[in-house]
């Protein structure tokens, strides 16, 4: 082969099947695995059920999963919602949950197969009972970005293990009002967020036993991670690759 087009060809493997580092947890109804992928994208595997949150970038990124039971979407953005990717990722069975302002927005196929979570309600139609948490920004600058009723936070009962993905929202009474929460998953950047200050109070009042920062580009999550190591609270901080394969 041409030197040229072999090097192409391992550039596309690369680009197309990157290598996805896989966090685990025991729950009373065998493993559950969680794999960041990128930015604000994660997927979880449990109980034989795959679920893709927030899928967007490249379709490659996701050849190495099993297409998904069920897709989680937060809110309408670009680094959150892409329905060029949700065509292309979903399966012939395939079920999606999203807040009522983005199935508002999805064309006639994926709205079809889609279950409209309000803030505050949660559904048990997806196999397991799934919460959706209010996720805004509450300082007056900052409210035009997310406002409030517009994106869902989710809690996933899994197993007895209870996820929390924050999707993009500040310090909330929604959220700190969480309880029992054994791994959170944060979102920190600035101005469309919190910074590292607003994410540790909030993660500290409601305390996960483990919190990922994620969603920080332009953030510094070593000093979130300190913040929250040096308070009283007892909660494991954990960092996922989430900028390893950049979009």
């Known amino acids: 082969m041409n030197p040229l087009r072999l090097l192409f060809v391992i550039s596309i493997l690369f680009i197309c099947k990157p290598a996805f580092a896989a966090e685990e947890f025991k729950t009373a109804k065998g493993k559950l695995i969680i794999t960041p992928i990128n930015h604000a994208t994660l997927v979880i595997e449990w109980g034989g059920k795959t679920i893709y949150v927030d899928p967007v970038g490249m379709a490659g990124w996701y050849k190495a999963f099993p297409k998904p039971d069920l897709v989680l979407l937060t809110h309408v953005h670009g680094d959150h919602f892409r329905e060029a990717i949700l065509?292309?990722?979903?399966?012939?069975?395939?079920?999606?949950?999203?807040?009522?302002?983005?199935?508002?927005?999805?064309?006639?196929?994926?709205?079809?197969?889609?279950?409209?979570?309000?803030?505050?309600t949660s559904t048990e139609k997806?196999?397991?009972k799934l919460e959706a948490v209010a996720s805004y920004n509450t300082t007056p600058p900052r409210k035009r970005y997310h406002p409030k009723g517009q994106g869902n936070g989710?809690?996933?009962?899994?197993?007895?293990?209870r996820?929390?993905?924050?999707?993009?929202?500040?310090?909330?009474?929604?959220?700190?009002?969480?309880?029992?929460i054994d791994v959170a998953f944060l979102c920190m950047n600035l101005p469309y967020t919190m910074d590292e200050d607003q994410a540790a109070s909030a993660v500290t009042e409601f305390a996960p036993k483990v919190v990922y920062p994620y969603h920080y580009k332009g953030s510094d999550p070593e000093k979130f991670a300190a913040l929250v190591e040096n308070s009283p609270a007892r909660i494991e901080v954990r960092m996922g690759p989430w900028y390893g394969q950049d979009a």
């Open 87 to 120: 065509k292309v990722v979903v399966g012939p069975k395939t079920q999606l949950v999203a807040p009522p302002a983005l199935v508002g927005v999805l064309e006639k196929e994926l709205k079809a197969r889609t279950i409209a979570v309000a803030n505050g």
């Open 126 to 128: 997806v196999g397991f």
């Open 154 to 161: 989710y809690v996933l009962n899994l197993g007895g293990k």
């Open 163 to 180: 996820i929390y993905i924050s999707g993009d929202t500040e310090e909330t009474l929604e959220m700190l009002a969480l309880k029992n």
